[in-house]
């Protein structure tokens, strides 16, 4: 209730002096009021006023085009001097220099691939020729003579005299210009291993009276037959 009672105390009050101020001094003097008129704006404030929208660039093209005819820049003239040409004089030919071209290192390269080539192929052509008429050439076989070259023949084993076993041994071998005896192999098999190794160990040591060509030695590929027999031994 107190602060009820000072609130309305603290209104009251102001009120109260208020009313009996311009109750005693009905000749107070009262403030002008202040009336405006609504004048139109100007156009350069409503320009100012007014958002600005940001322009678009004009492209140069449309600019040269909306540009009056007077300003448009004239492209510019050449003159053209005129040429007199001769009835009787005839046109000269433009002459150019002639160069040879440099070949690369890639060309030079396949020429001598080239030129190797050609060697090649005329040294087997020429290969070719000299075989050819070497073979037209007659050829005398080697020979072999026990008697002369001391060429023992072959062992016939002891066990295959009991166990009876024969038969024929062919053996490729190639007698060289010198005589001797290289590279020498079974082509066919007596059918029994120990006549075999038998004829290959005496073979060895043989010596051959050497093929020849035109009176000249040379290497032969020959096979030699030996034939092992219990009755005649062995023979060639």
Do not use: C
């Not at 449309?62 to 820049?73: D, G, L, N, V």
């Not at 002891?158 to 290289?182: C, D, I, N, W, Y």
């Amino acid at each position: 209730m107190l602060t009820l009672t000072a609130v309305l105390s603290a209104h009251l009050v102001p009120l109260l002096w208020y009313l009996s101020i311009n109750h005693s001094n009905p000749t107070a003097i009262k403030p002008p009021l202040l009336t405006g008129v609504l004048l139109q704006q100007a156009a350069s404030q409503a320009a100012a006023t007014a958002p600005q929208t940001p322009t678009q660039a004009k492209p140069p093209e449309q600019e040269k085009q909306q540009m009056p005819p007077q300003q448009q820049p004239s492209p510019p003239q050449h003159k053209v001097k005129p040429v007199s040409v001769k009835a009787n004089e005839p046109a000269k030919a433009a002459t150019k220099p002639l160069t040879q071209p440099v070949p690369s290192a890639t060309a030079a390269s396949h020429q001598v691939a080239a030129v190797t080539k050609t060697e090649a192929v005329a040294q087997s052509a020429g290969a070719a020729i000299d075989n050819a008429a070497a073979s037209a050439v007659p050829v005398s076989a080697p020979l072999v003579n026990a008697s002369a070259h001391f060429n023992a023949p072959p062992h016939y084993p002891q066990l295959s005299r009991k166990l009876r076993e024969q038969g024929t041994v062919v053996l490729e071998l190639t007698v060289l210009a010198s005589g001797k005896v290289a590279d020498v192999r079974v082509q066919q098999s007596s059918g029994y291993a120990r006549l075999d190794k038998a004829a290959l160990l005496a073979v060895k040591h043989w010596r051959y009276q050497p093929a020849q060509r035109a009176g000249k030695a040379i290497d032969y590929r020959y096979r030699q037959r030996l034939e092992f027999s219990l009755t005649e031994g062995v023979k060639p």
